[in-house]
């Protein structure tokens, strides 16, 4: 598939988001968004959206470059976009693991090392074991 098309899938997909948000918007204030007290007016409204979208191509587009995507990929990366992007400028995990999450995910490895020693793992580190 070619990158342009990856793109606008990543553009259609961060727009889907923000039709998802305009739709929850109507429907629960029974008023467009930027008719609220205190909303955004309608042009900063669809520049915000705009900004969205480009957001969902720009990245869609970064990955697509690097054969990353497929056509679903790439509407699930325009649609988490604006997650991704604050995610690698915080430089943390999406979500971030507890110590005690970890070691449940993680267990100590055990077992035998190339020379044949017998490994635990402990808190205070390596344990080898006669």
């Known amino acids: 598939m070619f990158q342009w098309q990856l793109i606008c899938c990543g553009a259609v997909g961060a727009g889907l ?18 008719a609220e007290k205190n909303g955004p007016t309608l ?7 705009s900004c969205r979208v480009l957001l969902g191509a720009g990245v869609a587009g970064a990955l697509a ?49 190339p020379s044949g020693e017998r490994i635990e793992m402990s808190e205070e580190g390596d344990t080898r074991c006669p």
């Not at 988001?17 to 930027?34: D, M, S």
């Open 17 to 34: 988001i923000g039709l998802g948000a305009f739709y929850r918007q109507v429907q629960k204030k029974k008023q467009w968004p930027w």
């Open 43 to 49: 042009p900063l409204y669809l520049a915000a959206e």
């Open 65 to 113: 470059a690097s054969d990353q995507l497929g056509v679903f990929s790439a509407f699930v990366v325009g649609a988490g976009a604006p997650a991704i992007l604050d995610t690698w400028q915080r430089g943390h995990p999406a979500v971030p693991i507890a110590p005690a999450e970890a070691t449940a995910l993680f267990p100590a490895p055990r077992g035998e090392s």
